[in-house]
């Protein structure tokens, strides 16, 4: 031990106590990490039996130019997130820009003008204000005469079914759950909470499009939201299935009729999935995906003992350490500004890529808040990487996710109580 101590000190600056307190925090989390590998395995039995009922096979990684007709690449990617989700269909694409882009498809794609839209369990992710236009802004759903409806969580963070059986009305027609926490402090929710929220609201309205914001849930659980009752999930690329290999994109999984009204939305009306060249992306989104569940466990266990340190440490944590996990997502809250953009400085100074920057706090469209963001990423702000972030606000949250590989995450994590001792904003417990 004592030589691997003496690495991290020659290579990284990493001295021996935060070394020794770092193990002594890992020695204490070997059965949940158990859990981890395997809620992995099952994910990665699911993704390799779905590649093989695809037949997938070199000539998938072509690739077309121009429209992109008869794509058999992106035909077969299609099929194989259609089988992981258990849906009818999916539109997984480079075109779609982000998580963002993807979820307004898949809103304007289904909602018409005087439909209302429902989220049943709070405030959503920040950049969904102007899609709905809560904050306004050109081309919202509120442009278009469609309405939106919130019923937020009770004070202990649970649904307020009675709020949501008040809200349910002839108008609504899709309900929105969001199923990582974004940047609020209420817990994300599970797969099993996300199951008993869509059997409330499908006894009180059977046919509403139930859409899930999957958005770092992906291969987080066993399960997935659609198997579960929801008739639609959405996410980035650069996120969980992308694998970290995936260099854009993002995807709509679910019933053929919503996944056809989010493509002519993407696209045109009439030309739908047809078309949409795929360029050479083929093989990293299909490689990304089939890599996607051993990533997701590799961020896994780094939020874990993340969350594991800061505990002992003092600081609250959202999920705790010992909590089942739905997500990637581990919040620490950081208490001062100064803390917070110490943390990130950490991060991004144990990054492969731009590890000499130092990350500032700045506006970001879509953000109300000025953000504080690390990532040395290989893909430009791809989440799946390792990376921190967080708005400038109190309570100062830090909210760190990712990493392709375990390792890296534990050297990122060290790296950023280093940061913090130096700075004098942290004591390690002997
Ligand atoms: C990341 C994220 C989104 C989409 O963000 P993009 O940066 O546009 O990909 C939406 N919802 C949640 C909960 C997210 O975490």
Redesign the pocket.
């Known amino acids: 031990m004592a030589d691997i101590y003496k690495t991290y000190t020659k290579e990284f600056g990493i001295d021996e106590e935060v070394c020794r307190f770092c193990e002594e925090i890992l020695s204490g989390l070997a059965g949940t990490f158990v859990e981890a590998d395997r809620v992995a395995e099952v994910c990665q039995l699911k993704v390799l039996a779905a590649f093989k009922r695809a037949k997938i096979s070199d000539a998938h990684f072509a690739g077309t130019t121009g429209y992109g007709y008869d794509d058999i690449g992106r035909d077969a990617l299609e099929a194989v997130y259609a089988d992981i989700f258990r849906t009818e269909d999916a539109l997984v694409r480079p075109q779609i820009v982000?998580?963002?882009?993807a979820?307004n498809l898949a809103l304007s794609g289904n909602l018409r003008p005087g439909d209302e839209l429902l989220s049943p369990a709070g405030a959503l992710?920040d950049?969904m204000d102007q899609i709905i236009g809560i904050r306004d802004c050109p081309g919202s759903l509120k442009e278009y005469g469609i309405s939106y409806r919130q019923v937020n969580l009770l004070p202990d963070n649970s649904f307020d079914y009675d709020g949501i059986r008040n809200a349910i009305n002839e108008k609504t027609k899709l309900v929105t759950i969001?199923r990582?926490r974004?940047y609020s402090s209420r817990p994300s929710f599970t797969i099993e909470k996300i199951e008993e929220l869509i059997g409330f609201i499908r006894g009180i309205k059977p046919e509403v499009i139930i859409m899930v914001?999957n958005?770092?849930g992906e291969f987080a659980q066993m399960r997935e939201p659609t198997e579960v009752g929801a008739d639609m999930v959405v996410g980035?690329l650069i996120?969980n299935p992308g694998g970290s290999i995936a260099p854009c994109g993002g995807y709509i999984a679910g019933k053929k009729s919503c996944v056809e009204n989010a493509a002519y939305r993407l696209t045109s009306p009439g030309l739908g999935k047809e078309t949409g060249a795929t360029l050479y992306s083929m093989k990293s989104f299909l490689q990304g995906l089939f890599m996607a569940p051993t990533v997701v466990s590799s961020a896994l266990k780094g939020a874990i003992f993340a969350a594991a340190c800061y505990e002992r440490l003092g600081y609250k944590t959202f999920p705790k350490s010992d909590e089942k996990r739905t997500d990637i997502i581990q919040a620490v809250e950081m208490k001062t500004p100064e803390a917070l953009l110490k943390f990130c400085e950490g991060i991004q100074a144990a990054s492969p890529v731009d590890s000499f920057v130092t990350p500032v706090a700045d506006d970001m469209p879509g953000y109300e808040d000025k953000v504080v963001m690390a990532a040395g990423a290989f893909i430009q702000g791809a989440s799946i990487e390792l990376s921190a972030d967080g708005p400038l606000r109190e309570p100062y949250n830090v909210y760190f996710q990712g990493g392709i590989t375990w390792p890296h995450v534990k050297i990122g994590i060290m790296n950023t109580l280093q940061t913090l001792k130096e700075a004098g904003l942290v004591k390690i417990p002997l």
């Open positions: 982000s998580g963002t882009h979820i992710y950049t969001q990582s974004g914001d958005c770092y980035s996120k």
